[in-house]
């Protein structure tokens, strides 16, 4: 289960948020609200450990994630504004490059690439994709080997209605075995039974 | 291991692939090698004695341009964080894609230095003790140069910035690797040379890739 107690942070000379006190336990999604310059990637890159924060934690089981950072990383998919994809490579080379840096099979490749209807496109180089299709390839990490918590960061953004649907999907495949979500979106992300935990912007 | 060596393979075949770096680091190397007898005249004799520094310091601008993009281009495409994510170690990242660049950068320039050893007229004594020279030098320049790379990802101009941060670091090899060839021309003792070059290479080890590793934590911040 992902915690956090008493979470705030200074960036620039700017608490961007404090006291935020939000659990995530299995098979729950949680969708994160607010006005731009909220702090929403900020909290996402803190619940991913990229952050450190000023003051509070973050916990897995009662554990602070600060203690293991590589374990905390072996534990998540995040998916930030960039989509890591290299485009001299191809789409399949790209995941496939996932796969083994992460040391899990290659195999999973092939079907992440369907589930969000990439598997003709495999052979080409990712930098002849549209921007919808890079988003696309970029979210198709999720569906490789299996990782208890998502951090979403606006994963909806250049998607058509369909792999919003495919999307939608897949996060709820992944919280019906009892993984755990948590998203920022501005838009229609239809999310079962998720809690909205709102940020207001700092004055 | 298997995050080590898929990141390796990974930038191996970036920096081979078409737009890649290699040929232009090479292409680079050569030409600021040959700019040299221009500017000075086809004395044989003079290209000979300054043929040592030139193609050192041919070698370590050749390295230098290509060290921006070592962190940047996985900054801006995002792929950065997952890196780091990823589950391996910060220092494992960083001591494969130091690999993948030397492989990529240096490698390529000892390889290409013979030739240019013989246009400059070294000996082929002192042609031999270059190719030694840069193969133990070349690592330390990827390794130290990291460190700049990663302390100056996210900056905007950082080609130049590395450059003023890292040169300075980069004296020590120079001097013992140009000097080493020097000396082996003039048919003196080169061993100790090459045992401070080793030396410098194994400091550079721990340092580059957990100074790197650590800069990289706060770039990402």
Not at chain 1, 120 to 144: C, D, I, Y
Not at chain 2, 124 to 146: D, E, N, Q, R
Request: hydrophobic fraction near 55%; charge should be neutral.
């Amino acid at each position: 289960m992902l915690a956090t107690s008493d979470l705030g942070i200074i960036r620039g000379e700017r608490a961007v948020f404090s006291g935020i006190e939000l659990t995530v336990g299995p098979g729950e999604a949680v969708v994160l609200r607010g006005p731009n310059g909220a702090g929403k990637s900020t909290l996402l890159r803190l619940l991913a450990g990229l952050l450190s924060p000023t003051v509070g934690r973050v916990t897995w089981d009662g554990a602070s994630i600060a203690d293991d950072r590589e374990a905390h990383g072996r534990r998540l998919r995040y998916a930030g504004h960039g989509d890591a994809l290299k485009l001299a490579l191809t789409a399949f080379d790209n995941l496939a490059f996932w796969a083994r840096f992460e040391g899990t099979p290659v195999d999973a490749v092939d079907a992440a690439l369907d589930r969000f209807g990439l598997g003709a496109l495999g052979p080409l180089p990712a930098g002849v994709l549209s921007a919808g299709q890079k988003r696309r390839l970029g979210l198709a990490r999720l569906a490789l080997a299996r990782r208890p918590l998502w951090l979403l960061d606006e994963p909806t953004v250049s998607l058509d209605a369909a792999s919003v649907e495919v999307l939608a999907g897949l996060i709820w495949d992944h919280r019906a075995v009892g993984g755990m979500v948590v998203v920022a979106t501005h838009d229609g992300l239809a999310l079962p039974n998720a809690r909205t935990f709102v940020l207001e912007k700092a004055a | 291991m298997s995050a080590f060596l898929a990141l390796l393979r990974r930038d191996l075949r970036l920096a081979f692939a078409q737009g890649g770096s290699v040929g232009l680091v090479i292409g680079f190397f050569v030409i600021a090698a040959t700019l040299f007898p221009l500017a000075s005249g086809p004395e044989r004799a003079e290209l000979a004695r300054v043929a040592p520094a030139v193609i050192w310091i041919g070698a370590l601008l050749a390295t230098l341009l290509s060290l921006d993009r070592l962190f940047q281009a996985d900054l801006e495409d995002g792929g950065l964080d997952l890196l780091l994510l990823g589950g391996a170690p910060a220092s494992v990242v960083v001591l494969a894609k130091c690999l993948a660049h030397w492989l990529s950068t240096g490698l390529p320039l000892v390889l290409v230095s013979p030739l240019l050893g013989l246009l400059l007229g070294l000996e082929p004594v002192g042609i031999l003790m270059l190719v030694k020279t840069l193969l133990l030098g070349t690592p330390t320049l990827s390794l130290i140069g990291a460190v700049g790379a990663g302390l100056t990802v996210g900056v905007r101009r950082a080609g130049i910035l590395i450059a003023v941060l890292i040169l300075p670091l980069y004296v020590p090899v120079l001097i013992f690797g140009a000097g080493a060839v020097d000396l082996a021309t003039l048919g003196l003792d080169t061993g100790p040379s090459l045992a401070l070059l080793g030396a410098v290479l194994l400091v550079s080890l721990p340092v580059g890739t957990l100074g790197a590793a650590a800069a990289l934590r706060l770039a990402v911040l």
